[in-house]
């Protein structure tokens, strides 16, 4: 494996891996705050980011490389409310974004077009959570603290999630 495209691969397994521990932080954060439907929409997507990092691990392995698991710093703990959730998930998705758009031109440089092929699934991937977190960012901002609408929202977060769950195989979204 190509040694510049490796470390570039080490760098994005260490940035799902903060992000399945950032999507975790919030999630507890939210279960502590009465939000259940948002918490467990937190706790899949966290899952979801460590299979995004296990995806990766597994590929770099693969290909002869050494997939390098890094320490994580710890995430934040405390949040303004939960529309600053959603603004810094959105802020952390665009990093992720630019990250992996990084890893693409890597590859493009480097001539790596099987790595560059598999890269284009996260590619795929960051327009869904982009787009997903502008949804909810959108609706928040609809509800503008109404508690009513509130309660509406985090029981629709909830609804998401087992709509997607039942209508998705799990490892679907491996392919």
């Known amino acids: 494996m190509n040694t510049r495209v490796e470390a570039a691969l080490n760098d994005q397994i260490h940035k799902e891996g903060y992000s399945s521990q950032f999507y975790l932080a919030m999630a507890s954060w939210a279960e502590n705050h009465g939000l259940s439907g948002t918490a467990q929409f937190l706790y899949s997507h966290s899952d ?16 002869g490389g050494k997939a390098m698991i890094q320490a994580i710093e710890q995430p934040p703990i405390e949040f303004k409310d939960l529309e600053n959730v959603f603004e810094q998930l959105l802020n952390h998705e665009l990093m992720v974004t630019d990250s992996i758009n990084n890893l693409v031109d890597i ?22 959570e982009e787009a997903l977190a502008r949804t909810i960012l959108d609706k928040l901002k609809l509800i503008d603290g109404d508690k009513g609408g ?13 709509t997607r769950a039942n209508s998705t195989p799990a490892d679907s979204k491996a392919q």
């Open 107 to 128: 590859c493009l440089q480097e001539k790596d077009y099987t790595t560059h092929n598999f890269v284009q699934w996260y590619v795929s991937e960051q327009l869904e």
């Open 150 to 162: 509130l309660y509406m929202f985090d029981r629709d977060l909830l609804k998401m999630i087992t």
């Open 48 to 63: 979801e980011e460590r299979f995004h990092m296990l995806k990766l691990i597994k590929f770099v392995n693969e290909r």
